[in-house]
């Protein structure tokens, strides 16, 4: 399907749309000028409402996911065609940014969105000089100020070149996200930043990682893949048609440097490594394409024109036959280059992968509630029109039959809703036993690292006891990854430590600033791990909820369309139940630390001390006893430990809590959905009877006339069905193939 059938498919659908709403208002209308005191048609134009809104309104996201210095600013403005994103040497991405298309003509505007506070704020509107220089300035304050003002995101509104003829896809939206350099960060929270990259691929429609032409297999890099790719290797699986790998800055290669696709084979088989079967990587320079459509814009600066003049305009210089070198002006050569830099094709493929998978899949979505609607609307003109031609008496016979398989369906309902109760309770409990599992770990894992540090520092004495702990540490145990050692972490404070004690769980200090220093390293260590192990498992639990979520809706889908057709069989109607799916959303597990268990004690002890004394003629020394205190602070580690396992039990408890009451809430939003499309559909069938029969009382001399309107509007809905009929059909040459499952290892 490609980008312009997309566009025309979407303005029919929406075309065909507004005709069925405006024929629908107008023979409601017409019926409640006769005299109709209620009217069935009620809910099927709300439907119609949602779903063209919803044709209005759609929102399609792409995730941009990068290390520092990868070019992700300068590819998103590259795909913006704007240089409004600051990039600059440090890590600037502190929060994420959403980036959503205007018209043109329309003035940019920078939002800023904090906890707590229901209305975003507006920082900077107009040109994207004044945009850039606010944001950068802002970005700084936030990562100086640790976020004391609780940014949680941006949102930039700007047009966006790349979609400029796509208005089917106003509602597409770039996201900006965090990546393993903002993870590492010392003074912001580490923990939301990661989150905001892992939602991104959860939920995103197009993901793109951008990695570095010179640098794609360093540390960070590795940690990036790692973190997002590697630990969800069968959820990504399912999901491969949306990922993409942007190998930028391929314009730093030199001569010397190896041909680029062979750069490409190393990349692809590190992919395949970290568990991406088949990578689809696009090599680029978004420098280069994104000063080419400033140029062709006439929007760049003199320092744009300079750069291109200083790091690309010797590419195309030409020779005349006299030998001289002639460089072109940038603006002869922008087309050129932004072909070169090959940012058109990534904009392509990424805008054609959502249109093949989500944009197809709302189309279709948005074709079935038009379908649903208009055959809600030929029932009801078909119930007439045989209402009309059959006697009184048997069509009051058929309003009591009516009531009577109404009556079934709506026990069958609460039978439905019976099993979907049962189904709670146990989705429920699989959900506190995961988490259950993730404290028993958590707190295993902490009590082990503390062990080992005792172990370590033990063993730079002779202590019996180190042996034992050694002996217990070494057992094996289910535990979580712990990147860095509690031993590693406390070495600066191991020479501020006081005289040891005889029990290796004490830690003696001289000065509250050495107790300070070490209650700070093991709280900082504590804290970014437990935060670090929460963060996976609630990506994990949040996934896993989403597919066990899928199946429960399918199932509540299957048993509400059996009790439909079952009463369809009065109507000769099958309804359509759609239901819409939202993953479960989890609190962060938000661990703050603990105080280290410290006692200021006083020992006293006893030495002998020389003094000197006189004997008759003579001086002479002796040992005299004395009494001194000396005044330290101790750490007690093992204290330490259950002051961390209960803060651990205490933020589980909570997060029980709130598991058990998210789930009962969407789940029940969920069974609502099915019971009130199956209760309207109950309704107005019993309200067109009704209504039928008091039109007969009425106007019985008319039959004639009233039955030949009604038919000439049946023909002129058939009208508007054929239409839906045509988009039905290019939609099946179009559909998506389904998603490879993950192969068995």
Known sequence: MSSQQFQETYENIYTTGIKILQYLQEMRAVQMSLGQESDASGSIEDDLTRALGALQEQRYQVAVIAAMKAGKSTFLNALIGADVLASETE??????????????????????HRQGQSKPILLAQGDAIAIKTKFLQRTHEIRATANQDDATRFTLEHPIEALSDLPALNGLTLVDTPGPNEWQSVDFNAIALKQAALEALRTCD???????????KDNTNSELLQDLIEQRQEFLAQNTSKIYFLLNKIDRKTEDDRPIEDTIADLRQLLIKFGIPQPVIYPASAWLGLLAKLIQQDTATP?????????????????????DIIIPSPKKIADRALEDSLIKGIESSVIQSVIANSGWNFLNDVTAQLERATQAIEDSLNIRINGWEMELQPLRQRLE????????????????????????????????DKILDFARTAKLTIEEEIDLFVQSWMAET????????????????????????????????FSGLGERSDNPYEIRCNSEEDVNS????????????????????????????????????????????????????????????????????????DFQGIDAQVQHLTETYTKLKKEKRK?????????????????????????????????????TAGSLAIVERTIETQIAEDFRHAEKQIYNYIDRFQLEFENLLKERT????????VIAALEFQRDELHEYIGELAQTRASLQQWMPAAPSQPQSP
């Open 698 to 705: 009425r106007k019985e001399a008319e039959a004639d006339r």
């Open 303 to 323: 320092n744009h024109i300079k750069d291109f003049k200083r790091f690309f305009s010797a590419k195309y210089a030409r020779e005349n036959e006299e030998g």
């Open 206 to 216: 197009a993901i793109l990682f951008i990695l570095d032409y010179g640098s794609f």
């Open 91 to 112: 890590a600037c991405t502190v929060c994420r940014t959403d980036i959503r298309p205007i018209p043109e003509g329309a003035a940019p505007k920078l939002w800023e």
């Open 462 to 493: 002779e202590n019996p006891e180190a042996e034992r702990i050694v002996e217990d540490a070494s057992n094996p145990s289910t535990r979580f990854d712990v990147p860095q050692r509690l031993a590693d972490s406390l070495k600066k404070v």
């Open 615 to 651: 004997a008759f003629c003579r001086d002479y020394e002796v040992d005299v006893p004395v009494d001194e205190e000396h005044s330290y602070y101790t750490i007690d580690l093992k204290k330490t430990i259950e002051a961390i396992e209960l803060e651990i039990d205490r933020q």
């Open 401 to 432: 039959d009516y009531k009577q398989a109404a009556r079934v369906a709506l026990l069958q309902v609460k039978g439905v809703k019976t099993l979907v109760e049962q189904q709670k309770i146990k989705l429920v409990a699989q959900f506190k």
């Open 518 to 589: 070490v209650k700070e390293d093991i709280n900082g260590f504590c804290s970014v791990l437990i935060s670090r192990w929460w963060t996976n498992t609630q990506d994990k639990l949040s996934r896993e909820g989403m597919q066990i979520r899928e199946e429960l809706v399918a199932e509540i889908y299957e048993n509400i369309q059996t009790i439909s057709n079952d009463l369809s069989k009065h109507l000769g109607e099958s309804l359509n139940v759609a239901l819409n799916i939202n993953p479960i959303q989890m609190l962060n597990f």
